[in-house]
């Protein structure tokens, strides 16, 4: 999906204009190493393919999550997190499988291998199996380590609810922090014009938080710390982590030696419809695409995807960031005021 320009005027979106002009990269290129741009491009590297498997783990804790949530989910969730270090600096990284590592593509950059500390300090070399910069989730695999996968959220986060951050901000390694959800389905355009729905989080995550678990009361990592809204580089309580279910669908790929696939409906339409009202307003149908052969046409409103509102064009492009090409859809359209429920089997964004 692409944005477009609708005739007539157009109401400005500024906040996504300002966090494309001021959010920085919380990975540790601080300490003297400066702080990198979201990512390199909109690109896939495969550097090398490795299967893994093995079951989830978790470390067993005597702390009461009633009385003291924050310290129960650090005890649990810290063992799964390590310290990624590479040439250009430091940042984090989550076990999610038997000698497998989710981290930031933009951590590991264009290194073949990194450098893996547990959370006992134990070090070992760790290889790239691959890095997504347009989703800037890369794979490590390291053996040899004390950390045991850590449990994937599989609900959706909801905002208000606690959220709890551990990673290495500034090299300060198994560093816990925490907060609430400060807001979900966060569209947040990268340099390459891939938009990815975020949550937001007001948890302290800084330069070295990059790769590190966004992790709900339960102990489950419902995201991957990605990146701040800061005009410093240092926390102002804006915080981005990539929702876990696209982390991990595109940490699966990768581990297969696989290119990453984006989702997309097929048609562009302006950051605001012109008559105001929520949705992503429809301004063109590519033909022969997904909407097109779904029969959405030119002039319609999507509303919704799969029963979640959709608010604006950008929302709608974060949305397709959590789909596969393939995956069928629920799209329900405003049709001259008329509600629509379409299935859409979406296909690959180019």
């Not at 495969?46 to 470390?59: D, E, M, P």
């Not at 949550?199 to 590190?212: F, K, V, Y």
């Not at 997309?264 to 033909?287: D, E, N, R």
């Not at 779904?294 to 409103?301: H, T």
Request: glycine letters at 14%.
């Amino acid at each position: 999906e692409r944005g477009a320009t609708p005739s007539g005027p157009r109401r400005s979106n500024s906040f996504l204009r300002v966090v494309v002009a001021t959010v920085v990269v919380v990975g540790l290129f601080g300490l003297g190493f400066g702080i990198r741009s979201l990512v390199d491009g909109n690109t896939t590297t495969v550097i090398r393919s490795s299967a893994g498997s093995g079951q989830v783990t978790t470390t067993a804790v005597t702390i009461d999550p009633g009385s003291e949530p924050i310290a129960y989910v650090a005890a649990t969730v810290s063992p799964s997190v390590v310290q990624i270090e590479t040439t250009n600096g430091v940042g984090s990284g989550v076990a999610f499988d038997t000698d497998l590592f989710i981290t930031n593509a933009h951590v590991v950059g264009t290194a073949s291998t990194v450098t893996v500390r547990d959370s006992q300090g134990t070090a070992v070399k760790g290889q790239v199996l691959g890095a997504d910069t347009g989703t800037d989730i890369a794979v490590i695999r390291a053996s040899g380590l004390a950390a045991p996968a850590a449990k994937l959220a599989t609900a959706k986060p909801n905002v208000g609810q606690i959220a709890v951050a551990v990673g290495s901000p500034y090299g300060l390694e198994q560093t816990v922090t925490s907060g609430i959800v400060s807001a979900v389905n966060r569209p947040l355009p990268n340099q390459r014009s891939f938009v990815i729905n975020m949550i937001q989080t007001d948890a302290p995550i800084n330069p070295g938080n990059s790769g590190g678990a966004l992790a709900n009361r339960n102990g489950e990592i419902m995201g991957i710390n990605s990146s701040i809204y800061s005009e410093t580089g240092e926390n102002t309580g804006i915080g981005f982590a990539i929702p876990i279910s696209t982390a991990k669908r595109v940490a699966d790929q990768l581990v297969a030696g696989k290119t990453v696939a984006r989702a997309g409906l097929g048609l562009t339409g302006p950051s605001s419809t012109p008559s105001g009202s929520a949705g992503a307003y429809v301004q063109s149908v590519t033909g022969g695409g997904a909407a097109d052969k779904a029969g959405i046409e030119s002039g319609d409103l999507i509303v919704a995807i799969d029963g979640v509102p959709v608010r604006d064009f950008d929302e709608l492009r974060g949305m397709a960031s959590g789909y596969s090409p393939g995956d069928m859809v629920v799209v329900e359209v405003n049709r001259d005021g008329k509600i629509l429920e379409v299935e859409v089997t979406l296909g690959t964004l180019n």
